[in-house]
């Protein structure tokens, strides 16, 4: 079995990055993250992105290229991450997330993210 995938989004804007603070599961709650989700059947990577940033933040984005690499999140699951910059919109925490935070490089490690994301953030910085 081929793992299902998660897109997330290094959404950036004037040398920031988005970060996304989950409010659910409880046990993610209060995590970071760079937002996305699952890749439903039939759909592709990109499209999903645009239709998770969509509804998770209220923006219309525009897909960059994907950052290398593919971090196991367990369960069956990869998380693989794409630039992103937004094209309409202001984010908003619209679904599970309670804050976002546009961060500069210099303050990128000054939130909680979730350990498979430390990577895919690292990475998404080289790739910005
Ligand atoms: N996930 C993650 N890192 C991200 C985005 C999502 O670890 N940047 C995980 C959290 C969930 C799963 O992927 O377990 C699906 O995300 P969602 O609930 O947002 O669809």
């Not at 959404?11 to 659910?24: E, F, I, K, Q, T």
């Not at 998770?56 to 290229?65: N, Q, R, T």
């Not at 196991?72 to 935070?101: C, N």
């Amino acid at each position: 079995m081929t793992d299902r995938v998660v897109v997330a989004g290094a959404v950036y804007d004037r040398g920031r990055l988005l970060a996304a603070r989950r409010s659910a599961p409880p046990e993610l709650a209060g995590r970071w993250e760079l937002p996305g989700g699952k890749v439903e059947p039939g759909e592709g990577p990109r499209e999903a992105l645009v239709r998770e940033l969509r509804e998770e933040l209220g923006i219309e984005a525009e897909p960059g290229k994907r950052v290398p690499g593919a971090w196991p999140l367990g369960r069956g699951y990869v998380l693989h991450v794409w630039t992103a910059r937004v094209l309409s919109g202001e984010p908003r925490p619209l679904q599970d997330h309670d804050e976002l935070r546009w961060l500069t490089r210099a303050e990128w490690d000054t939130v909680d993210w979730l350990e498979q994301d430390v990577p895919a953030v690292v990475e998404a910085l080289r790739h910005l």
